[in-house]
Nanobody, 116 residues
Framework: QVQLVESGGGLVQAGGSLRLSCAAS????????MCWYRQAPGKERELVAR????????YYADSVKGRFTISRDNTKNTVNLQMNSLKPEDTAVYYC?????????WGQGTQVTVSS
């Protein structure tokens, strides 16, 4: 079955960096676009970044463009999110996700807290 397991969250001061990782299993990883979403308290879940199966194309939300970098390693079935210049408004639970045959799969999420 499809499994997505995020790691790397934590507490960091504004201006700091974190690197999130998502380990995937149960599907042909390199065939699917992978996404990172986040959800802050009281807000809707929003798309942060996505990357094609081959890794040759990426998308970023305007709010993170220039600060976050999504990457993947198809030999290890992992997708990463390097987050630099973090701001308090980046505080949220971060989820990786994949859409397979019309069904969205989600990890359990990892908490990122940025203090001012």
């Amino acid at each position: 079955q499809v499994q997505l397991v995020e790691s790397g969250g934590g507490l960091v001061q504004a201006g700091g960096s974190l690197r999130l990782s998502c380990a995937a299993s149960g599907f042909t990883f390199s065939s699917y676009r992978m996404c990172w979403y986040r959800q802050a308290p009281g807000k809707e879940r929003e798309l942060v970044a996505r990357i094609t199966g081959s890794g040759d194309s990426t998308y970023y939300a305007d709010s993170v463009k220039g600060r976050f970098t999504i990457s993947r390693d198809n030999t290890k079935n992992t997708v990463n999110l390097q987050m630099n210049s973090l701001k308090p408004e980046d505080t949220a639970v971060y989820y990786c996700s994949v859409l397979i045959n019309g069904h969205a799969y989600w990890g359990q999420g990892t908490q990122v807290t940025v203090s001012s």
